[in-house]
């Protein structure tokens, strides 16, 4: 063989065998393409699996219940160990096998109808409300921080307090100040939230809420507009009135469950006083009412102090006359009018709040009141 011979042959060796290295790579990357699909379409063809909730276990066999309310008895996968009631898990959609644990818990679920948070609004922020202010200090704040007082003097603090008044008063500013005040955690609930559709679910829930209080004392669970639940209740009624009767029974009974000089105070809130049921306002239940008022002159004028301390003001801008303007206006409605007020010297490119603007936010707020007034008056006659 010439020279010039083995060059070609080396030439054409050398391009066929990296030819073969190249098909070869793209072989690879071709199954483990194919292997990723095949994946792929197993994973889309596995049937789904079911969340269930542990209610007992008997060795390899537990009694599960399922979203719907419905509950079974079945086995367990020997890949699923060291179960316990409470714990959630898959199941088989066919024979309901428990298949294996996931890391779920019921304080989940609780946490997720509740705010649960460590306030900080203090008495300062608060203003216009001093007789409201001082039962509440008398029957939450004192009982937290000087229990020893109250067993000198051999009585017995209440378990509760409900406040109610016209909405926008500071119902909820008031709960929040104490918590803050006697360093407890503060769990808000809406009551309409407690109201479940499934029969005991409501009842439960309660009963886990009060749990969490519990393990989390000192705290206070500020029950917002507690007259969704705490109705007065009827003879006769739809399965939906039975399960909230169920779940306002099952509050009743957490009520009474613990000890007045416990770490856990309950703050009812509600604007309809006349339609709760006398059984929890009855004494030893929620039986401090206090009554938040609409503010008067001077109240509207610490109230209009408190919102409008970080806002610059004119030399124009009395805060006794606005307070005087202010009549029939609430807490709420009275930041409402500092915040207009504020949005009207924006628009005009000016960071100082002068009179006018203020007499702007006023009569805004008010026609909006009247407005809504107008509204209710067309909705309920």
């Known amino acids: 063989m010439t020279t010039k ?67 079974f008895y079945v086995a367990i996968s020997t890949e699923c160990k060291k179960l316990k009631p ?10 309901l096998t428990i298949i294996k644990k996931i890391p779920i818990t019921r304080k989940f679920d609780i946490e997720s109808f509740v705010i ?14 001093d007789i409201p202010v001082r039962e509440i200090k008398e029957v939450v704040e004192l009982p937290l921080k000087k229990p020893e007082m109250f067993r000198k003097v051999g009585i017995t603090p ?84 039975r399960e909230v009767s169920r779940t306002f029974m099952q509050l009743l009974a957490e009520i009474d469950g613990f000890n007045p000089l416990d770490n856990v105070k309950i703050i009812g809130a509600t604007n309809r006083k006349d339609i709760l049921d006398p059984a929890v306002i009855r004494p030893g239940r929620l039986d401090r009412l206090i009554h938040i008022p609409l503010p008067k002159i001077e109240g509207r004028l610490d109230i209009l102090k408190i919102h409008s301390r970080n806002m610059g003001l004119s030399a124009d801008v009395d805060l ?27 628009r005009e490119n000016r960071t100082k709040v002068i009179k006018k603007d203020f007499l702007k936010g006023i009569d805004k707020v008010k026609q909006e009141e009247q407005t809504e007034g107008q509204d209710y008056m067309k909705m309920f006659g």
């Open 116 to 129: 649960v948070e460590k306030p900080n609004v203090s008495w300062e922020d608060i203003g216009g409300l």
């Open 320 to 346: 006794n006359n606005m307070a005087f303007l202010m009549e029939d206006l609430c807490g709420a409605e009275i930041k409402a009018v500092c915040t207009e007020a504020g949005y009207f010297a924006i």
């Open 86 to 95: 409470g714990d959630v898990v898959l199941t088989d959609q066919k024979n």
């Open 158 to 241: 209440p378990k509760g307090i409900l406040l109610y008044g016209t909405p926008g008063t500071g119902k909820t500013l008031l709960a929040k100040a104490v918590a803050s005040s006697t360093n407890s955690t503060f769990i808000q609930i809406v009551a309409s939230e407690l109201v479940q559709k499934f029969i005991g679910e409501g009842a439960k829930l309660v009963k886990e809420i009060f749990e969490l209080a519990r393990k989390k004392a000192p705290s206070i669970i500020f029950i917002d507009e507690i007259d969704a639940l705490a109705a007065k209740r009827i003879e006769m009624g739809t399965s939906g009135e």
């Open 5 to 71: 011979d083995k060059n070609v042959f080396d030439s054409v060796l050398y391009s066929y065998s990296t030819d073969t290295n190249q098909i070869n790579e793209e072989n690879i990357i071709l199954k483990e393409t194919i292997n990723k699909l095949n994946e792929e379409v197993n994973r889309l063809k596995t049937p789904p699996l079911m969340v269930a909730e542990v209610r007992n276990v008997f060795g390899k066999e537990a009694l599960i219940r399922l979203p719907n309310g419905n509950q």
